[in-house]
C-alpha cells in the first residue's frame, strides 16, 4: 500500500520559517515528479511547487517563488518544502503529492495533510 506522510506543519508568525517533510512509502518515487500543493479554507486545491526526480528541474506557484524551496532525497524517498518568509496568506493545509505529469498534472497518490497556520 503507498503512503505519503506529511509532518512539519504546524503555527508560525509572519516572516518567519516553517519545513515540511514528506515520507513515501510503499513503492519507490525515484523515477517520478513529486511536489507540494495546499487548500486554505474556503479555496480550492492549489499547486505550491513540483522537482522532478532528478531534481534537475523546479517549478513553483509564483505566490510562494523565491520563498519556497522543495528538495529531495532520492534514497530515502522524501521530499521537503522550506517555507521561508511565510505571510498570513500561506496559511493552509499542505499536501504532499507524488506520480504526476510535469509540472502540474493530476497527481496518482496523496498524503493525508499537514495544516500550517501563520499568524499576523
Known amino acids: 500500500q503507498v503512503q505519503l506522510v506529511e509532518s512539519g506543519g504546524g503555527l508560525v508568525q509572519a516572516g518567519g520559517s516553517l519545513r515540511l517533510s514528506c515520507a513515501a512509502s510503499?513503492?519507490?518515487?525515484?523515477?517520478?515528479?513529486m511536489g507540494w500543493f495546499r487548500q486554505a479554507p474556503g479555496k480550492e486545491r492549489e499547486f505550491v511547487g513540483a522537482?522532478?526526480?532528478?531534481?534537475?528541474?523546479?517549478q513553483y506557484a509564483g505566490s510562494v517563488k523565491g520563498r519556497f524551496t522543495i528538495s529531495r532525497d532520492i534514497a530515502k524517498n522524501t521530499v521537503g518544502l522550506q517555507m521561508d518568509s511565510l505571510k498570513s496568506e500561506d496559511t493552509a493545509v499542505y499536501y504532499c503529492?507524488?506520480?504526476?505529469?510535469?509540472?502540474?498534472?493530476?497527481?496518482?497518490?496523496w498524503g493525508q495533510g499537514t495544516q500550517v497556520t501563520v499568524s499576523s
Open positions: 503529492a507524488a506520480d504526476f505529469y510535469w509540472p502540474r498534472g493530476a497527481p496518482r497518490y
Open positions: 522537482m522532478t526526480w532528478s531534481g534537475g528541474n523546479t
Open positions: 510503499g513503492r519507490s518515487f525515484s523515477r517520478d515528479v
